[in-house]
């Protein structure tokens, strides 16, 4: 029941995030989605995933859009259509791929499981799992998010110097 | 229905969404929203399957999501900061008018 209310309102948040005319507005929208998917999270047992998808959306990557729309002038209330030119397309090509995502579920006997009791996640196992099994993996995120945001630096700066 | 149906149709219509809303907005952080919106979409199949699945004990689905959590925050990084620099090229972060990968 709380998995449904929540499930509706992650939905309604995303649907009117690209509906919305207006980007802040958009932007607030998906705020909400991502909130909403965050509870999602935690009804299903993963509170490190939940928390971790609050700092990370809804703290780190909204506020980095809105900056973006920030510096971006005139973008957040567009003067002509918000649709691109081949929107008819693009609309049928995600219906067809939701058709058959659907399908897909629909057939699976994986989607008949059922599994009662709930499993754990608790902060330990996964502070442990990071430092033994899975520490290269760590170790290599850690070394990409450096260098993406060593590299997203240098992009956004560049054009500044060449200018002067 | 089951609630692993349930949230892998969920994740299917969070998909669809994003994937809508890359595919028909003129802006380009529109597209960006859509891309983050798809990756949430498969970072809530690995719990559900998680969750579901047989073997929940060795926790490899919330790792795997922790991972991509992780990639998508560099991903959103790194194309917020090309947007920013095709506005300066072009005065506009339309992607209707990005017709060319000259600089």
Redesign the interface.
């Known amino acids: 029941m709380l998995?449904?209310i929540f499930?509706i309102l992650?939905?309604a948040g995303?649907?009117a995030?690209?509906s919305l005319r207006n980007?802040i507005h958009?932007?607030l929208a998906?705020t909400v989605?991502?909130a909403g998917?965050a509870v999602?999270?935690l009804l299903?047992?993963?509170q490190?995933?939940g928390l971790?998808?609050i700092l990370?959306?809804v703290g780190?990557?909204v506020i980095?859009?809105v900056?973006?729309?920030l510096?971006?002038k005139n973008?957040s209330t567009?003067a002509?259509?918000?649709?691109?030119?081949?929107?008819l397309a693009?609309?049928a090509?995600?219906?067809a791929?939701?058709a058959v995502?659907?399908w897909a579920?629909?057939q699976s006997p994986?989607?008949?499981?059922?599994?009662p009791t709930?499993?754990?996640?608790t902060m330990q196992?996964?502070g442990s799992?990071?430092m033994l099994r899975?520490a290269l993996?760590?170790e290599i995120?850690g070394l990409?998010?450096t260098t993406?945001?060593i590299?997203?630096?240098t992009?956004?700066v560049?054009?500044?110097k060449e200018q002067r | 229905m089951?609630?692993?149906?349930?949230?892998?149709?969920?994740a299917?219509?969070?998909?669809?969404?994003?994937?809508?809303?890359a595919?028909?907005?003129?802006?380009a952080?529109?597209v960006?929203?859509?891309i983050?919106?798809m990756l949430?979409a498969a970072?809530?199949n690995f719990?559900?399957f998680?969750?579901?699945?047989?073997h929940?004990?060795a926790?490899t689905g919330?790792?795997f999501?922790?991972?991509s959590?992780?990639?998508?925050?560099?991903?959103?990084?790194?194309g917020?900061?090309?947007?920013?620099?095709l506005?300066?090229?072009l005065k506009?972060?339309?992607?209707?008018e990005v017709t060319s990968m000259h600089g």
């Open positions: 998995f449904t499930a992650t939905v995303a649907v995030a690209f980007l958009s932007v998906i989605a991502f998917l999602v999270y299903l047992g993963a490190f995933i971790a998808q990370v959306y780190a990557v980095l859009i900056f973006a729309v510096l971006t973008s567009p002509g259509p918000i649709l691109s030119s081949s929107w693009s609309g090509i995600a219906l791929v939701f995502m659907a579920i629909h994986a989607s008949r499981i059922h599994t709930q499993p754990e996640a196992q996964i799992a990071l899975y993996p760590l995120v990409l998010l993406a945001l590299g997203a630096v992009i956004a560049r054009e500044q | 089951t609630p692993l149906a349930g949230c892998l149709l969920l299917a219509l969070l998909f669809t969404i994003g994937l809508a809303g595919l028909m907005r003129r802006n952080i529109m960006l929203i859509g983050e919106l949430n970072n809530l719990i559900a998680w969750r579901y699945g047989p929940p004990e926790l919330v790792l999501a922790i991972f959590i992780g990639v998508a925050a560099a991903e959103a990084a790194v917020l900061a090309l947007i920013i620099s506005y300066r090229h506009s972060a339309n992607i209707d």
